[in-house]
């Protein structure tokens, strides 16, 4: 809890009012306190950076249960927790650094000094049910696992992707407060950083029809960023989606902008995170994120670095983005009459 109550100091209690104006209906409605507690005890040294299967990712799973249950979110399925086979790669103690990024492209290391090992992963998955059409599905998600120990190191993964995991409980806050018409469920996934495993696992084998899931909405590292941008990454797949992440960002909330998706000098990061395994089931899908890799993989990926009015304005652009999406989905995605 140290961790905690430090970040409190620092960041104090949320001065939120004086960071943005514009926007500020949008920032109100948004219950801070909880995005920055959820946020700060997740990326705390305590939780061991959430590797898959590991003890911290037990104690996250036991933390994001308990909020979720808090909150008022139904379970989608029973103890909102579904496992899945999982595989995570260990160094042995002669290994050396190992670039994670690669991972995600599905490429297997073959140095000396690591293995893979199989394990148990848990996706968390709770869902706040439409009032006009309960049985269709817009999925929210966020990896909550994180690399953890590795190297002999231990990786926090304060906005990769504690930042996503806490601003998803902060969402399910605002939907529960005012339910939307479409049933929305909010996917906590495990196993991202070794290829999408729990966002694969939920596509093989889909909790509700996979022709009931609508769109999906995934997001990842949104903590902080150096200029303050919040990419809205998709828009090459997503044309509609893409127009109506520009008329959030027009409401001045945050800078929202296009990218990230191969067509401009940057990375491709479309194809790097969960809404990937959505794209290739053709499920509409978009991510938003913030162009943050300094620390990205490393063990200086901290809580402490935490730019709260953005991370705020950010979190509360997209749950403005999901509440638009949801009130007329017909125009956004096609839906089955
Ligand atoms: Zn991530």
Known sequence: MKGFFSLLLVFGAATLAAQGSAGSQFVSAIDDELLVRAFATLANDSMQGRRMASPGS??????????????????????????????ILESTP????????????????SGVGYAWRGVTGSNILGVVRGTEHPDRYIVVSAHYDHIGLFDGQLHPGANDNASGTAA?????????????????????????EYGMLGASAFTRS???????????????MISRSADDILYFVGEKY???????????GGSGIVRIQQG???RDSKEDLFRRSDQWAFHQRSIPAVLFTAEELLDYHRPSDIAAKLNIGFYVRAMSAISDFIRRMDESIESFVPVKR
């Open 238 to 248: 997503q044309p509609r989606l893409s127009a109506l992440a520009t008329t959030v």
């Open 58 to 87: 037990i104690k996250a799973r036991a933390y994001i249960t308990a909020e979720l249950t808090r909150i008022g979110v139904e379970p989608l399925v029973p103890g909102f927790v579904a496992t899945f086979p999982g595989r």
């Open 206 to 220: 889909p909790p509700v029809p996979i022709k009931s899931i609508l769109a999906n909405v995934n997001i990842d």
């Open 168 to 192: 998803l409980l902060a969402i399910a806050d605002l939907l529960t407060a005012a339910k939307p018409k479409n049933s929305i469920i909010l996917a906590f996934m495990d196993g991202e």
């Open 94 to 109: 002669t290994g050396v650094s190992f670039p994670f990024g690669t991972i995600n492209f599905g490429t297997i290391p």
């Open 260 to 262: 990230l998706d191969g």
